[in-house]
């Protein structure tokens, strides 16, 4: 509240600043918005001049949105208010809009400052100076935020049919792409409506196909592919950089993708690797964390530990393991974790004897996995990926002997500046940073040719198929349990169990496969589902 009464010795209600109150003025200005902080500013003066206002402090958010709390100026101007005594009479704004669009937010602090004894008065904004007051402020608060949410929902409309129509609408493009121009017609003025379509950028197309095709071809580390392209300054980038499925030709925008017919073939843009090389990428990353294993199921003489699930807890929301277990007759079974540990639930699942389990997995790899057919295609995948990479350390070789010869002519450049000028302080740091580049490039580049000599003397991998592919039967059928199951672990992923089947997801694509193994014995079920994992190899 003001200080000093009215002219009518009444008090002064909540919006009424008599002549000589002394106040503070907060502006905002939103990006891109077409009012300025001066035209504001001004008005604001010729206001408080007006009515005989005495303007103490100003308080300024320029380009902050006003859905945003955490605006500098007006968070200062919260804590000032909360001092004792108040300082001021009020506190002035060109439109409560500018003041919060957030409508708990603007009430919440209008509030707070009115409690404190603060007049919170809007230039703009035509509020009577009666009881219906708080009403027509509630109401504008409410179009305030109506305002910014129908502004949102518009703005995601057209950047949501730029996406249909192939259109990039998000900001710079990434690494590797660049933006050209299209023209979509005139706008009411006359001038013309344009549209950005990505293309591949000329002059960084071969180091982005590089560190793909590193991270495809040999699962190699960030730094790795940090040194043979340097792509980015920070190796963190490069997580961002792989994740981006737009490398694949699609875009993502919340849980979408696009174009909508990606699935019948089509691509946002140019890619840089099909979308079943992207998903072998995001695989062999995940196989490049180091998982640790419980010793217990290292030591466990159970073929399936630790790769079952138990499925009627899982739709129950509650994930629970399914670990061996032996009776007093020592006859072995699965059972489900969930029946003991977890209070008040209730498992459907039965105890599983093992072989029930066991028996009809192995007999699936047998007799779908363990093929001849499936291993000369698994060798013929393992001699094309050596060959890919020798084709990549050939084009990592040419891509640092680049580099050297620019590390090698600046330096010389400099040094024939030197020769002329002079040395001085700043030339000499210069050659100093020059000179040390030069020589790491040196000393990568001679390191890439000790490699790639290396890559041409891998042999291709020769194995004879009919006569080792017994062998191998033998020794899943048979063999010790840790080797059987560290041989099981290289097919399965997981299993999850239920009453009447097991789902068995294995590492590799099956390409939808179904099917249904019924033993002789028992009603047990089992149904293979495919998951992709093209690298199998493990750090």
Same mark, same amino acid.
Request: some cysteine; glycine content about 6%; proline content about 4%.
């Given at each position: 509240m003001p200080r000093q009464k009215s002219h009518n010795n009444q008090p002064a209600t909540q919006w009424e600043l008599p002549p000589g109150s002394h106040v503070w003025v907060y502006l905002r200005h939103s990006p891109?918005?077409?009012?300025?902080?001066?035209?504001?500013?001004?008005?604001?003066?010729?206001?408080?001049?007006?009515?005989?206002?005495?303007?103490?402090?100003?308080?300024?958010?320029?380009?902050?949105?006003?859905?945003?709390?955490?605006?500098?100026?007006?968070?200062?101007?919260?804590a000032l208010?909360?001092?004792?005594?108040?300082?001021s009479d009020g506190i002035v704004i060109w439109s409560f809009s500018r003041f919060a669009r957030d409508q708990l937010d603007s009430q919440f602090y209008k509030s707070d400052l009115r409690k404190r004894g603060f007049v919170v008065l809007s230039r703009t904004d035509e509020i009577p100076n009666n009881e219906v007051a708080p009403l027509i402020e509630a109401f504008l608060d409410w179009k305030n935020q109506r305002f910014l949410d129908d502004l949102s929902t518009d703005v995601k409309r057209g950047l949501t049919y730029l996406l249909?129509?192939?259109?990039?609408?998000?900001?710079?493009?990434?690494?590797?792409?660049?933006? *050209?121009?299209?023209? !979509?017609?005139? /706008? =009411?003025?006359?001038?013309?409506?344009?549209?950005?379509? %990505?293309?591949?950028?000329?002059?960084?197309?071969?180091?982005?196909?590089l560190a793909w095709s590193m991270k495809l071809h040999q699962n190699a580390s960030y730094s790795s592919i940090h *040194?043979?392209?340097? !792509?980015?300054? /920070? =190796?963190?980038?490069?997580?961002?950089?792989?994740?981006? %499925?737009?490398?694949?030709?699609?875009?993502?925008?919340?849980?979408?993708?696009?174009?909508?017919?990606?699935?019948?073939?089509?691509?946002f843009c140019e890619p840089y690797v099909t979308l079943e090389d992207f998903e072998r990428v995001q695989q062999n990353r995940r196989n490049r964390v180091i998982s640790v294993v419980a010793p217990r199921i290292l030591s466990s003489t159970y073929l399936l530990t630790g790769k079952l699930i138990c499925g009627v807890c899982a739709d129950g929301g509650i994930h629970s393991t399914v670990v061996g277990g032996i009776d007093r007759h020592r006859y072995q079974y699965y059972r489900c974790c969930?029946?003991?540990?977890?209070?008040?639930?209730?498992?459907?699942?039965?105890?599983?004897?093992?072989?029930?389990?066991?028996?009809?997995?192995?007999?699936?790899?047998?007799?779908?996995?363990l093929t001849p057919d499936y291993l000369q295609a698994e060798i013929d995948r393992i001699n094309s990926s050596l060959r890919d990479s020798q084709k990549d350390s050939d084009s990592q070789l040419r891509q640092a002997e680049v580099v050297v010869k620019d590390k090698k002519h600046r330096l010389e450049t400099l040094v024939q500046l030197i020769s002329r000028k002079g040395m001085t302080v700043i030339l000499e740091q210069q050659y100093d940073e020059l000179n040390k580049a030069w020589q790491e490039a040196?000393?990568?580049?001679?390191?890439?040719?000790?490699?790639?000599k290396q890559a041409y003397t891998v042999p291709s991998l020769q194995i004879d198929v009919e006569r080792d592919l017994p062998l191998i039967i033998q020794a899943l059928e048979s063999g010790p349990i840790q080797e059987r199951k560290a041989f099981l672990g290289y097919f399965v992923d997981h299993v999850m169990v239920y009453p009447d089947r097991a789902e068995v997801y294995f590492?590799?694509?099956?390409?939808?496969?179904?099917?249904?193994?019924?033993?002789?014995?028992?009603?047990?079920?089992?149904?293979?589902y495919g998951t992709e994992n093209y690298g199998r190899q493990t750090q």
């Open positions: 891109g918005d077409n009012q300025t902080i001066d035209s504001q500013a001004s008005g604001m003066r010729d206001w408080c001049q007006e009515n005989l206002w005495i303007i103490d402090r100003t308080f300024i958010d320029e380009a902050i949105e006003g859905s945003r709390e955490d605006r500098p100026q007006f968070q200062q101007m919260m208010s909360r001092q004792q005594p108040r300082s249909e129509q192939g259109f990039w609408s998000a900001g710079y493009p990434p690494v590797g792409y660049q933006i *050209e121009k299209v023209s !979509l017609g005139l /706008r =009411r003025n006359g001038h013309p409506r344009l549209a950005n379509k %990505l293309i591949k950028d000329d002059a960084m197309e071969e180091r982005v196909s *040194e043979a392209t340097q !792509l980015f300054q /920070r =190796r963190q980038a490069y997580t961002q950089f792989f994740s981006n %499925l737009l490398y694949a030709g699609i875009v993502e925008r919340e849980g979408k993708r696009y174009p909508l017919d990606w699935q019948s073939g089509a691509r969930a029946k003991a540990s977890v209070r008040h639930f209730i498992c459907a699942l039965p105890n599983i004897a093992a072989w029930k389990l066991e028996g009809p997995i192995l007999q699936f790899i047998k007799d779908v996995v040196t000393l990568h580049f001679e390191r890439l040719q000790v490699q790639s590492t590799f694509r099956l390409d939808a496969l179904q099917i249904g193994l019924k033993d002789s014995e028992s009603t047990q079920y089992l149904h293979s």
